[in-house]
């Protein structure tokens, strides 16, 4: 509880972010979460061979956030250089990337830099490691500095709410075919949304929803965006109670 408290005041109060080692396995590869790379608040790295390949030595698992080049790297020594494998030789070029988009874009927070380097990543290393049990096991991708410093900030979408007509009032009725307007705001802090598509579901099987996808197109950061209803139709024989929806 001590450690992550200090992480979390780290991440949280002083804007910091916390890359660790993922692990290199136990006489081969493991699945395990291990520490501190598994605490929360903490970029986790586990360690791959050339060609995005996963040598079956390191530590595995899903608190891995990303992956990263960690075999045959050259470093010093304290008499010279040396060449290491090992996630701790993967993990410091990802606190790098880090570095190098905070040093382009200071005032982003670590939020920001989180997500662009996690979301950039590249995911070639699951076509490459076909093994099913490492489908997300070694984060969203081999990091990519190219693409984190080159791709725009992305948007944040929240959900504002939203305006309900059903007949005369607001309170859908079984049989009874509704119009939702759902209203979205894009954070004035991040980056504008372009061709933005939202998706509307429900397991409910009572309840259809005639236009599940809707073209919102683009929202400036700071903006806020009503575009047309969904349309949804309740069954005669629906229930009352509550519907869960989910919106995409």
Not at 58 to 83: F, V
Not at 185 to 202: H, K, M, S, V, Y
């Amino acid at each position: 509880q001590y450690e992550q408290a200090t992480i979390n005041v780290c991440h949280n109060d002083y804007n910091a972010i916390i890359v660790c080692a993922g692990g290199n396995g136990n006489n081969g590869q493991e699945y395990a979460i291990q520490y501190p790379s598994g605490y929360e608040n903490v970029i986790a790295v586990a360690p791959l061979g050339s060609n995005n390949q996963w040598n079956h030595w390191g530590t595995y698992h899903e608190t891995i956030d990303l992956s990263s080049p960690g075999e045959n790297i050259r470093s010093t020594t304290c008499n010279g250089y040396a060449s290491w494998s090992g996630s701790s030789m993967a993990s410091p070029i990802v606190a790098s990337i880090f570095g190098l988009l905070k040093s382009l874009h200071p005032s982003w927070t670590n939020i920001m830099l989180e997500t662009m380097v996690l979301a950039t990543a590249d995911p070639i290393i699951y076509s490459v490691n076909q093994e099913s049990y490492l489908e997300g096991m070694l984060g969203t991708g081999r990091v990519d500095s190219y693409y984190a410093i080159t791709t725009p900030l992305f948007p944040k979408i929240e959900y504002v709410g939203e305006d309900i007509i059903c007949g005369d009032d607001s309170t859908p009725e079984a049989g009874e075919q509704c119009e939702i307007f759902i209203i979205l705001f894009n954070d004035p802090e991040w980056g504008n949304a372009i061709d933005l598509q939202a998706t509307l579901e429900t397991n409910n099987p009572y309840v259809t929803i005639i236009n599940p996808n809707i073209n919102y197109g683009d929202i400036n950061a700071g903006e806020a965006m009503i575009i047309e209803p969904y349309i949804l139709e309740f069954d005669i024989n629906t229930p009352s109670g509550n519907i869960d929806f989910d919106l995409n």
